[in-house]
């Protein structure tokens, strides 16, 4: 199943959580048949990105964390002359654009263009010589500068997990002026300090620069990696997202490949048969997940185990699903059955007696499920009378789709078969007005509502959790055998 979706992400996080590279770890001969969910990035997505990058940049700049700079210089007359540069700290910081490539085969490209920064700080300087005593002076400056940034993100993988490398990360400077107590006239101080002061402060600021950044991609993955896992997490009910093989980085995508595999209270099942191809996939949208046949089926078997694939009706929710139809044979069969009792004192109660199977279709999902509906009476002071109860083989066909940020599934074709029925009204089960009432209130109403508490329950990690981080917009959700 493909859940391909067009989106607009608020933040490079995304980007560097969503592309995993593996250079660190050892997977099988044929790790494709242990992947269960896959996650493709394409390239207009990586390009929309780009407007984040230069935020994440100039974060970068502002918390990168300067150390004193100091050096000393033997010159003619003066002497030996040492300096100290000292609680430097950026201001009037811009980026005039910046451009992101997927080098095929390689790693993430960033290219930071006309990066202009006003450093500012202290400048403590002494000399001593033949016809000078020692002495210290201490003065403010600022440094303006103009830097070009090249930045190769490579990833790899670390215990199954991505740890990405930002270290190949290169400063260029195309300026680089000293201007002492605001003093912007070249003065002999300047002129001294500049010739000698600009190599060690390029190395620092590069080295501290380059540090931050490479800082930023550790914590910003490490934050993607914890909330994706917490993301399909559910108390007992985990998704393990290890990686499974090496990424694949192209010239129009990234993609990455996780196990899928369900964990419910230490028990999970080894997925080694998938079907995945890299062909599933195209570059029409921006964002698609894949998720394998038995990773969903996974999840519907935890979520029964876990007593979750159950409904109950009261109230106005019983009165819609009984009064659908406003026919004299429907407030007949509705009057013998509930025994002249308001819906406010019964109770619906719809559950699955047996694990659902899911396949893989390409009309849509195909959900088998045996089913059992029992409706009570609540008589006050006496235990409930069980009105109606019934146990029912169902076969639905569900196409899924998406909004509001949450996953709706809908089924467009159903089929029932009665294995167990008995009513008070209908004991003999021969009432042709009771039977044919509750076939069609099955059909119309009982499968949908049938269908939304399994769905409910396996989105239930979806529609439960907020990821303010992204939208996403006008997905098409496509099933393939």
């Known amino acids: 199943m493909c859940w391909a979706g067009r989106i607009m992400l608020g933040a490079f996080s995304i980007f560097l959580g969503l592309v995993h590279a593996a250079a660190a770890c050892e997977f099988g001969p044929f790790p494709y048949r242990g992947t269960g969910i896959v996650c493709r990035m394409t390239e207009p997505a990586a390009l929309l990105l780009n407007k984040e990058v230069a935020q994440v940049i100039q974060a970068a700049f502002r918390n990168a ?26 201001n009037d910081l811009s980026i005039e654009r910046s451009e992101v490539e997927l080098k095929e085969d390689s790693a993430i490209h960033i290219s930071i263009r006309n990066v202009t920064a ?174 394998s046949e038995h990773s969903l089926s996974s999840l519907a078997a935890a979520a029964f185990l876990d007593g979750q694939l159950l409904l109950h009706l009261r109230g106005e929710k019983l009165q819609e699903l009984f009064e659908m139809e406003d026919t004299e044979v429907q407030r007949k069969a509705v009057q013998r059955i509930f025994q002249g009792t308001s819906y406010n004192d019964s109770v619906a109660k719809v559950w699955s007696l047996t694990q659902p199977q899911i396949s893989f279709q390409p009309e849509g999902t195909v959900v088998r499920s045996s089913v059992a509906v029992e409706v009570s009476i609540l008589l006050a002071g006496e235990e409930p009378l069980v009105a109606l109860y019934m146990e029912k083989e169902i076969t639905a066909t569900i196409q899924a789709t998406y909004a509001e940020k949450k996953l709706i599934l809908q089924p467009v074709d159903s089929r029932v078969e009665i294995k167990v029925f008995k009513c008070t009204a209908d004991p003999s089960g021969e009432d042709p007005s009771i039977q044919s009432f509750l076939q069609n209130m099955i059909l119309v109403a009982g499968i949908p509502e049938v269908t939304s508490s399994i769905g409910s329950a396996l989105t239930s990690l979806m529609n439960s959790k907020r990821l303010d981080l992204f939208d996403i917009i006008n997905p098409e959700i496509i099933t393939r055998q």
């Open 118 to 291: 006003l450093f500012k700080g202290s400048l403590t300087y002494g000399y001593a010589g033949a016809w000078f005593l020692q002495l210290f002076h201490s003065v403010d400056f600022e440094i303006e500068s103009s830097i070009d940034l090249q930045l190769n993100i490579n990833l790899m993988c670390q215990k199954d997990k991505v740890a990405p490398d930002a270290s190949d990360c290169y400063l260029t400077f195309h300026k680089l002026t000293l201007h002492l107590q605001g003093d912007k006239e070249p003065g002999w101080l300047k002129q001294l300090f500049t010739d000698f002061i600009s190599f060690t402060l390029k190395l620092v600021l590069k080295r501290e620069v380059c540090k931050e950044i490479n800082a930023v991609a550790q914590m910003l993955t490490n934050y993607v990696i914890d909330l994706a896992a917490n993301f399909v997490r559910d108390k007992d009910i985990i998704v393990d997202i290890s990686l499974t093989s090496d990424p694949v980085i192209k010239a129009r995508y990234i993609e990455s490949h996780h196990k899928g595999i369900v964990l419910y209270k230490n028990n999970s099942s080894v997925l080694s048969d998938s079907v995945f191809s890299p062909s599933l996939l195209t570059e029409s949208r921006m964002l698609y997940f894949w998720l």
């Open 65 to 90: 964390k300067f150390p004193n700079v100091t050096g000393e210089r033997s010159l003619r007359l003066l002497g030996r002359v040492a300096y100290t540069l000292s609680h430097i700290q950026v």
